[in-house]
């Protein structure tokens, strides 16, 4: 793996370390959860809601996406 490849991963991999992180994955796993279809009111709202919650999973995701593509770069330089 090149130096400037490592550095992204070493930059995220700081970043999924912090305090502020996993604060904010805490209260986006909570946003998350807290969605109830009895409230939704129309179709608009219905849609709305889908597309929030569909980048909320992206968002919750994101740091497993990224540990897991580096270790497949590490088992593929091995």
Do not use: C, P, S
Request: overall charge negative; proline content about 0%.
């Amino acid at each position: 793996m090149d130096q400037e490849t490592q550095k992204y991963y070493d930059n995220y991999f700081d970043l999924f370390a912090t305090e502020g992180w996993k604060e904010f994955i805490t209260e986006m796993r909570e946003v998350h959860e807290n969605y109830r279809i009895e409230q939704i009111k129309d179709e608009t709202e219905l849609n709305r809601i889908k597309g929030e919650r569909a980048t909320l999973f992206r968002v919750l995701r994101f740091e497993d996406a990224i540990r897991r593509h580096y270790d497949l770069l590490m088992e593929k330089q091995q």
